[in-house]
């Protein structure tokens, strides 16, 4: 795979994209541009695929590039450099190369794929895979954003579709607390730990989870939790174990997960706290 970075091809290609004809017969629904997320580590890598339902042959596809030819991200590949995107951060069909399209001083971004040579270019009824980029942190446009797609037969034309989010599912989450009793309410800190199950997700089977609320049955004093972090993975914390009256206290603890598609789902487990000694 070969990798070129953007900034010193930007103006022979802002000069080739002003050069062809802006418009296209072909409907933007001849061209799909599908993408799925995934979480690798800390990082998140979108995967794209084009399918060629056109009756031209496609020989550029930019993602991230949007009506009146704006560029649309602002995540950039992770690990860029001088040297331009690392082998590690992205993807190309064979025959094609990829860089990244920015002016200078610009927030924004494109990535761009290019066939190398005419036999390699996505001819009508074919489909285009192995495209992928990986950043340090999700940006949506690359989800949701558009596609330029270049055509090169004849006078090359070229049309903008959007960029269809694939998965659509949220992850199903289970989870389980140690303990989820405690007994007898002696008014002291236990420690709980949380552990989950994640099934179901079509593809991101790392999702991030995050410890969102605590909450109870009976009013809470403002030390009764200890150790908590919300709105982070926080699988340990402390809960005293305190009761008022007679009846048990019931402590809900929720979670979140959330694939790199966006797609969000919440799970809630419970600690009951058991009659006085």
């Not at 954003?145 to 070229?158: E, M, Q, R, S, V």
């Not at 989450?173 to 552990?195: E, M, R, Y």
Request: hydrophobic content about 40%; proline content about 6%; aromatic content about 6%.
């Amino acid at each position: 795979m070969n990798n070129f970075f953007a900034i010193p091809l930007f103006c022979s290609i802002t000069l080739l994209f002003a050069s062809i004809n802006s418009s296209s017969a072909e409907p933007a629904a001849a061209v799909k541009v599908g993408v799925v997320a995934e979480h690798i580590g800390s990082k998140i890598m979108y995967s794209y695929h084009v399918i060629n339902n056109s009756s031209q042959t496609i020989s550029a596809i930019a993602i991230g590039r949007g009506d009146g030819e704006v560029n649309e991200l602002t995540e950039r590949p992770s690990g860029l450099s001088a040297k331009g995107i690392p082998q590690s951060s992205a993807s190309s069909p064979t025959a094609w190369h990829v860089n990244m399209v920015m002016p200078p001083d610009s927030p924004t971004h494109s990535i761009t794929w290019e066939a190398t040579n005419s036999a390699a270019r996505l001819a009508t009824e074919q489909t285009l895979n192995n495209m992928s980029v990986t950043v340090n942190k999700g940006d949506i446009l690359y989800l949701t954003g558009h596609a330029l797609i270049t055509f090169a037969d004849g006078n090359p034309t070229k049309i903008i579709v959007p960029i269809e989010r694939l998965d659509t599912s949220p992850p199903k989450l289970s989870v389980a607390l140690i303990p989820n009793s405690l007994t007898p309410a002696h008014d002291k800190f236990v420690a709980i730990n949380a552990s989950f199950s994640i099934k179901s997700d079509n593809h991101d089977h790392f999702p991030t989870i995050k410890l969102e609320s605590i909450t109870a049955n009976q009013p809470l004093g403002a030390d009764d939790i200890r150790d908590a972090s919300f709105g982070l993975d926080d699988r340990y914390f402390k809960l005293r174990a305190e009761q008022q009256g007679q009846a048990e206290r019931v402590y809900k603890i929720s979670y979140s997960a959330t694939d790199a598609s966006g797609n969000k789902t919440m799970a809630e487990a419970a600690v009951t706290v058991g009659h006085k000694p």
